[in-house]
């Protein structure tokens, strides 16, 4: 059995394909996109659709 670990963050999605003993067998990330949201600084917004779609391209590679 393989290990899938996934790290969603706010810059985007990296998924890691490990074995039982711990040899990485695929690693890939996708970047996400941030709105800045303009007057309102240190704010930003994300669409969570664009998180799905990063993870499936992440774990498509």
Same mark, same amino acid.
């Given at each position: 059995m393989n290990f899938l670990g996934i790290d969603l963050g706010t810059g985007g999605v990296r998924c890691l394909l490990v074995d039982p003993d711990g040899t990485i067998l695929s690693e890939s990330s996708q970047e996400l996109?941030?709105?800045?949201?303009? #007057? @309102?600084?240190?704010?930003?917004?994300?669409?969570? #659709? @664009?998180?799905v779609l990063a993870l499936e391209g992440a774990m498509d590679h």
């Open positions: 996109e941030n709105r800045n949201l303009g #007057r @309102e600084a240190g704010r930003s917004e994300q669409d969570p #659709r @664009e998180w």
